[in-house]
Structure formats: C-alpha cells, structure tokens
C-alpha cells in the first residue's frame, strides 16, 4: 500500500496542528490530527456555493463571503456562478493553507486565487463578519465540519445566537446565509429560525449525482 507523504505542517492562530498529506493524486488536511478535508469527492462543497448564490448571481455588482479557503473548491464555485463584476472575499484563518494554496493545491480548483475578482482575507471570519455591516449578499461557512467547531474551538461562537445575529447584520438586504455540514443538526436549524432567517435544509451527496456520503447544506434567507 502506498504511505502517505507529508507536505507540509502549519498551525492555527490558537497553536493547533494543521497538516497537508497526499497520496496517489489525493490530498488531505488535517486538523488536530483528525481529518478536516480531502480533494476526493468534493461535490457537496461546489454545491455550497450553487444554493447560496441564487440571489446574489443576479445582481448588477454582487459581494459575497466565503468563510474557509481549504482546497478552493467552494470559492471556484462561487467564482464560476458570479458574474465578471462580482467581488468574493475569502476568509482562512491559516496563513499555511494559502500557501498550499498558492503551491501544491492550487491546480486542484482551477487556481481560484488568481481570479481578479477574488480577495483574501488571512484571519478569523469572525473577525471580518465583527467589521462588516450589511456588505455581503451571500456568506458561505465552511470552516468546520459542520455547525459545531472543529478546526478551532474558537469557532463555537459562530453557530450560536450571539455570532448568527453578527453574521445576519453582515447580510446586505435579501442576504444569504449558506452553512455546509457532514451531518443533521436541528438545534442548529432552530438557532437560524430563531435569529430570524427563513430556513432550507438542503440535503447533497458527496459526488451529487454519482452518490457518495450524504452532507447537509443549512440555509437561511432574510
Ligand atoms: C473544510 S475546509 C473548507 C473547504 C472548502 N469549502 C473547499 O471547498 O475546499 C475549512 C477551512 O476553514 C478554515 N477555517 C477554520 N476556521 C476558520 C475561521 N474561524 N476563519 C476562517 N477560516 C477558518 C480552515 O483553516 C480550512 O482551510
């Protein structure tokens, strides 16, 4: 069996390990040891950005937030449905991971960090969603595995009420709020309806329609 190779090793702001792994063509990250991402099947993650861009593709000079660079998948999905006049800024806590992205990921999404209409941001989207009001038609999270921190523990505070009410006053008018996640979650599903947005459940296959494990994508309109 051919071993994994290590390419390259970094850490969060916080000091928790983040590692970039390959193996015959296959690409992996990992987070505290535990798998956070690979570029195996990566359908459910362009499917993020398919439903949250909706609204937002029609409009005359869209801006939209990806929370999470990871392999670039979602963002050259967001990229691949905006129009020449769209601005996608992208959030990634981890300094390392834009490198691997400028380096041994970038081929994998098409070099998404390249587009002009692309901006990054190196820091906590908490951060970014703390300074903005009313800038984004679309924010799309998918820092962790789901709606319940796992990259870094710093990370619980955006699903609840307190950063769900900071990421609904970042929304422009008629925004979006688009959620991936590896499982269910209802008291998530509750939190959004309580912080006032009308909610989709939408369920996506990992290889959409070639199958692959089951992911949730949480909606919430304004
Ligand atoms: C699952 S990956 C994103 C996958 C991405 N959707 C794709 O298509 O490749 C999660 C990414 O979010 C980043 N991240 C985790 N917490 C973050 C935070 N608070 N702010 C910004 N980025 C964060 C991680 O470093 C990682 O790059």
């Given at each position: 069996m051919i071993p994994w190779a290590l390419l390259g090793r970094t850490a969060t702001p916080n000091g928790e390990d983040m590692a970039l792994m390959q193996r015959s063509g296959e690409y992996v990250i990992l987070a505290g040891g535990k798998p956070?991402?690979?570029?195996?099947?990566?359908g459910s993650e362009e499917a993020l950005a398919d439903v949250a861009c909706r609204r937002a593709r029609a409009r005359e000079e869209p801006c939209v937030l990806i929370g999470?660079?990871?392999?670039?998948f979602t963002l050259r999905a967001t990229l691949d449905v905006l129009p020449r006049t769209a601005t996608v800024v992208v959030a990634e806590l981890v300094a390392g991971v834009v490198e691997w992205n400028r380096g041994p990921l970038g081929a994998l999404a098409g070099h998404?960090?390249?587009?002009?209409?692309t901006r990054v941001e190196v820091g906590d989207v908490a951060d970014l969603l703390r300074a903005s009001?009313?800038?984004?038609d679309a924010i799309l999270l998918d820092?962790?595995?789901?709606?319940?921190?796992?990259?870094?523990?710093?990370?619980?505070w955006l699903y609840g009420d307190a950063g769900l009410a900071v990421i609904r006053s970042a929304l422009a008018e008629h925004g979006v709020l688009a959620v991936w996640s590896a499982r269910e979650h209802r008291r998530f599903e509750q939190r959004l309806r309580y912080a006032g947005f009308a909610v989709d459940v939408v369920r996506v296959r990992a290889?959409?329609?070639?199958?692959?494990p089951r992911h949730v994508i949480f909606v919430g309109r304004l």
């Open positions: 956070l991402m690979s570029s195996r099947m990566h999470g660079l990871g392999m670039g998404p960090l390249d587009d002009p209409r009001r009313g800038r984004f820092v962790d595995n789901g709606p319940e921190a796992f990259t870094t523990s710093r990370n619980t290889r959409l329609k070639r199958g692959g």
